[in-house]
């Protein structure tokens, strides 16, 4: 894992992508125990190539391949033997999450990870089964900041929603 953190960090350094933040099931991990998950889900900022408004991520995937990067399996590229799926940041909370990312540093290894309260708002947002399971376990971190959540939800009308699931998981 740190060697993909390395790939990450290094894409960012070279502008290959402008912001990046691990989410998913890999950044709550990071945030209490691991938890099993397929691949790394990245979410990035990608600047447009001139002249287009479409972004793409042919560039970030055309930089790994000189990296030496270039099998996929399933949905997600091979970085050091983990399918790590590149995501566009949707605008709204994507973005935010990606934005105010925390930056985690150890054994001079460096990530950028979603927080866990944005975290809990994108799965709620989502609302797959696998993401009302992700919910739980990251509102019973030490960690979790309730304040933190609740204004995220607010800023992204997700109140109504948390209240349903929240009643009806029992939190």
Partial sequence: MEAVCDVLESLLN?????????????????HGEPL???????????????????????????????????????????VHGFPVQFLA??????????????????????????SPEHLAAIALSVGRPKDRARLVYLVALPSFDREKFNEILQRHGLENRWLSWSDALGL
């Fill in 14 to 30: 070279e502008a290959s992508i402008s912001r990046y933040a691990i989410g998913g099931a890999t950044a709550a991990g990071f």
């Fill in 36 to 78: 099993a998950t397929r691949d790394i889900d990245v979410f990035v900022f990608l600047d447009p190539e001139p002249g287009r408004l479409l972004v793409t991520l042919d560039p970030v995937y055309k930089k790994l391949q000189t990296m030496g990067f270039d099998e996929f399996d399933e949905e997600g590229l091979l």
């Fill in 89 to 114: 940041a949707s605008p709204g909370l994507e973005t935010e999450a990606v934005e105010q990312a925390m930056v985690l540093e150890w054994d001079g290894h460096r990530a950028r990870v979603m």
